[in-house]
């Protein structure tokens, strides 16, 4: 096996590479590192987890230089999620060589990120609305961008953003190095690397051996508002060391408060909790003084629990991620299980699971599992009685609004605003009504004989470490 100084790895990356305990190159480090670092362009196909930062990170490392005003190489990423772990990764492999990393994304100020463009960066790894945002604008400047990374280009292209991706590679010198990775080649992947890149070699790296027959899979179709009580029930049956993955860092704090209000010694794990936190948090759910943690999917990446006896995917996610995620219980010849919770609108994701991994996923009956029978009875003599079905439709709702310190210039819509006040206050969707956005300041319709205690709800809740300020307005 090849040793990282073999691959032409650059002397202080292999370093950091050691202070990071990185012993030998993985299959898509040992063959991408000598072709980039030769300058050619390349397409690579290698799955989730399987080293692509290091490799593109150490072709970066060793091609550029550092200490300057605008960036050397920019890395385009689907999620904010991964924008994080993927900055976090490459300032660890910088940390001898003096390259400076930022990370872009949406859901945050924008305003934030442009005064850090203007203290100068090497490397900008970013989502593409938020890179494009910042290239509209002029502030970020890649005159001088020598290398661009697309990874995960697959999942870029699926979640939409193929007009943005043309638009800023457009903005790049045509004289440039692309580096190309993704867990799947379909045509409109190919077509995009053979438009945007010169003669690129390509690399394939087979899927990640994890081993699933060490994992017992299965999932739940559910409405939004089960999700809680299913996941309740879910782990009071299984009594194990439980990771439950969701999308974002504000379901990963939303979901803990309510988990622990309900007696779950559990907290939330997500991007922006720092490194020395994390490992204390690791460190609890290793001794279990934390028995669930609640996580994006960057906690995924270097968790290394042998005994996690249950895994629970709140959230839908890719078959790359899934695979990744499920990979955390069934480990050490120990047996897990992996639960998913599937909306009805979700079915085609988990046959898709399904057809990407070859193997049948069973349903698992929520019957068997619902931790609060008696709250359904009243529900079904209700709906037994004559009539009883129309009265809660004639009910109007008498709405007062409420403002709230969220606007457009947080870079959030309607709807995700919507979803945001959905998850804090437990409220339906019938019983939110108009929603108005401002700047900086927007107004929530809800229902009158609850808009204090909504008020209050809110107000313990922060939005992307903003502390919320929530008021009961005039009614209308």
Known sequence: MARFSDLGVKESVIKSMKKMEWKDPTPIQEAAIPVGLEGKDILAQAQTGTGKTGAFGSIILGRTGSGYKTPSAIVIVPTRELAIQVNEELTKLAFYSGHKSIAVYGGTSIDRHIGTLKNGADIVVGTPGRMKDLLTRNALRVSKTSIVVLDEADRMLDMGFAKDLDFILSKLPKKRQSLLFSATM???????ALNKM?????????????????????????????KKDALCALIDRCSAKTIVFGHTKRRTMQL?????????????????IPQAKREKIFDGFRKGTINVLIATDVAARGLDIDDVGLVVNYDMTDPETYVHRIGRTGRADKKGMAVTFVLEDEIKDIERIMKSIDKKIDILDLGKLERREASQAPKEKTAAKKGSQKKPQEKKIKFTSVSINIGVSDDITKQELLEFVQDCSDLPRKSIGKIIMGENLSFIEVPLDQADKICEKLSEYDFDDKALEVKRKLDF
């Open 186 to 192: 379909p045509d409109d992947v190919r077509n995009l």
């Open 198 to 226: 010169k003669h690129p070699q390509e690399i394939l790296i087979s899927k990640d051996e994890l081993t699933l027959d060490l994992i017992s899979q299965h999932y739940m179709v559910l409405d939004k508002d089960s």
């Open 256 to 272: 803990s408060r309510k988990m622990e209000s309900t007696g779950y010694k559990c907290t939330p794990l997500h991007g922006d």
